[in-house]
């Protein structure tokens, strides 16, 4: 099959994937914590676990990645599996409204989803010319943040109207699963390159040997988990009442799900040009201080205007980081190895995400939640100053194999 037919049909299948992701990435991010805090009345463990559910898969892409290619499956394929696991998971929540089962089936499902980053990274990688990559994937990005505005809305309305109509919701998340399976069944794809070796983890000896990538993933720790951190503490801040908020769940969905999705959707493809034409590291620290703002507007300000500003900053913020951490790897990793650079990328994210929510729930038992946000803030500025003696390699990223000699120790 010729290159340009490659890009043009995963171009068109991601464009419609991207519908369906939507509608998942409105659940993962607002409606299955809030079905977990609101009905079935969760304790802080129980809601850190549904707020961890794809970062717990994260921590064995690195795992998955490697017997994919032991396998010799496609890429797409193997997603596809992970994506029809995660619609079983959502059909068996449904049936069993119970609340081990609901935590369990968020775990699962969510971590199915997850597990398909990387793989998709190498798709991406072979499929979209460097050239136009950032904007291409910014396209399919776009739809799916339409798609999480258009979802959070209408589903913060109907559960508004009636949460106990929550099952057919989980039923819907299963047809969402089930249709990105069938559309991933069909993008063109090979069989990932062996990392060699015998280990299931072998692709972490990149983290040591190569420099540049091995900084860039410290700071992208720091940042990571203080802004995963703060995510379920947006649903916590407007719907306990603890916080003295305890909004309508319309309310929440609009400041969570549909403003931030709107403020994306209008930045993403300027973030998908200058992640083609910008120094990578310059773009990180730029993301960085947008969500640091964006955390200590919304949480800090005590007034429904800050929490507006605060979701439109961080939404313009997240476009960003969007683009920048479903791409990143392909400006650091040899060609043949972008899956594995990602694996390693999103073990790390799956660490901090398990933790982090953990952590932060536990925290605000006894610290106030502004004490969180300044603390979260911190650690975001802490990351990109760590970033600023890197720009000068920025320049040079992209060239895979030949950048990796000139940073290796």
């Not at 935590?103 to 499929?127: D, I, K, R």
């Not at 999705?261 to 310059?282: K, T, Y």
């Amino acid at each position: 099959m010729l290159a340009s037919e490659r890009t043009r049909i995963t171009y068109r299948l991601e464009l419609r994937r991207a519908v369906a992701s939507g509608a998942l990435e409105s659940g993962g991010s607002t409606f299955l914590l809030l079905i977990a805090v609101r009905w079935f009345q969760a304790g802080a463990t129980a809601k850190g676990l549904v707020a961890a559910g794809g970062s717990a898969g994260l921590l064995f892409s690195p795992w998955v990645v490697s017997r994919v290619a032991a396998l010799g499956w496609p890429a797409t394929l193997a997603a596809a599996r992970l994506a029809a696991v995660g619609a079983g998971c959502f059909v068996v929540m449904a049936a069993l409204p119970w609340l081990p089962v609901y935590v369990a089936g968020c775990l699962l499902s969510m971590a199915a989803a997850a597990l398909a980053a990387p793989l998709l990274a190498q798709v991406y990688q072979e499929n979209y010319p460097a050239a136009q990559r950032g904007r291409l994937f910014s396209h399919a990005v776009m739809v799916r943040i339409g798609s999480v505005a258009l979802c959070s809305e209408l589903t913060g309305r109907w559960l508004a109207a009636d949460l106990g109509q929550f099952r057919w919701l989980l039923l819907v998340y299963a047809a969402a699963f089930a249709y990105g399976s069938r559309c991933l069944a069909r993008y063109p794809s090979r069989p990932l390159a062996d990392a060699g070796g015998s280990h299931p983890f072998r692709a972490m000896r990149f983290v040591r040997q190569d420099r540049l990538f091995r900084q860039t993933l410290i700071c992208w720790m720091l940042m990571g988990f203080a802004n995963m951190m703060m995510l379920p503490m947006r649903v916590e801040y407007l719907a306990n009442q603890r916080y003295g908020r305890a909004l309508d769940t319309a309310v929440i969905a609009f400041l969570i799900g549909v403003l931030p999705s709107l403020a994306r959707l209008g930045m993403c493809p300027v973030w998908g040009l200058l992640f083609d034409r910008m120094n990578f590291f310059v773009l990180r620290v730029i993301v960085n201080l947008g969500f640091a703002l964006g955390v200590l507007v919304f949480f800090l300000s005590g007034s429904f205007t800050g929490l507006v500003v605060g979701a439109v900053v961080f939404g313009m913020s997240n476009a960003g980081g969007d683009v920048a951490w479903g791409l990143w790897v392909t400006k650091f990793a040899p060609p043949a190895h972008v899956a594995d650079y990602m694996s390693v990328h999103t073990f790390f994210t799956g660490v901090r995400g398990v933790v982090a929510p953990l952590v932060a729930f536990h925290f605000v038992r006894g610290l106030p939640l502004a004490t969180l946000g300044w603390i979260s803030a911190g650690l975001m500025v802490a990351a990109s100053v760590l970033l600023l003696p890197e720009i000068k390699h920025g320049w040079r990223l992209g060239r895979g194999a030949a950048l990796l000699e000139e940073v290796v120790e």
